[in-house]
């Protein structure tokens, strides 16, 4: 991995977003206020660059895992981690492309039996379905099952696989 995402990308570029694109039904908190949650997160950025994460996929799968179950804001944390994941894959070469609908819902479904799926109108293209699933079943534990932090990264990494190229 050649760029990885920090402090100032976030104050700058990544929270700003959010709160302009990703909090249309729900506020977007304000991240520079939570200091706790901002060493939180320098703390991850830290440990995703460590050997056992391997590649771009690897150390986007820690990085997305970590910052959803670490719930490190008082709101914000999955669109936090769409926005991360998101950002290092596109700063890191990779594109997300999701193939149809129903062939992505597939393999969401095979890695993951217990997701429930929602229909969200806001949503046109089969990558915006794939991350925000992929949020929520990381986020619950009901969908995801009684599996490891690692066995949730290995099905992060290969769905991620499944959607980049």
């Known amino acids: 991995m050649r760029r990885y995402p920090s402090i100032p990308v976030c104050r700058e570029l990544l929270f700003p977003f959010i709160r302009r694109h990703m909090a249309l039904s729900e506020p977007a908190?304000?991240?520079e206020g939570e200091l706790l949650g901002l060493?939180?997160?320098?703390?991850i950025f830290a440990l995703m660059r460590r050997r056992e994460y391997r590649g771009v996929i690897g150390k986007c799968a820690y990085l997305f895992c970590s910052v959803i179950d670490g719930h490190?804001?008082?709101n914000g944390n999955k669109r936090l981690a769409v926005a991360l994941l998101t950002y290092s894959l596109l700063m890191n070469g990779k594109r997300i492309s999701a193939p149809a609908m129903d062939v992505m819902r597939e393999e969401l479904k095979r890695i993951f039996p217990k997701i429930q799926w929602e229909e969200v109108r806001a949503?046109?293209?089969?990558?915006e379905y794939f991350l925000?699933?992929?949020a929520l079943v990381i986020a619950d534990r009901r969908q995801k099952g009684a599996i490891s932090f690692t066995q949730e990264q290995v099905a992060v990494r290969a769905l991620l696989t499944f959607v980049t190229i």
């Open 29 to 31: 908190p304000f991240y």
């Open 39 to 43: 060493e939180h997160l320098q703390g």
């Open 72 to 74: 490190h804001f008082s």
């Open 123 to 127: 949503f046109r293209y089969p990558h």
């Open 132 to 134: 925000y699933h992929l």
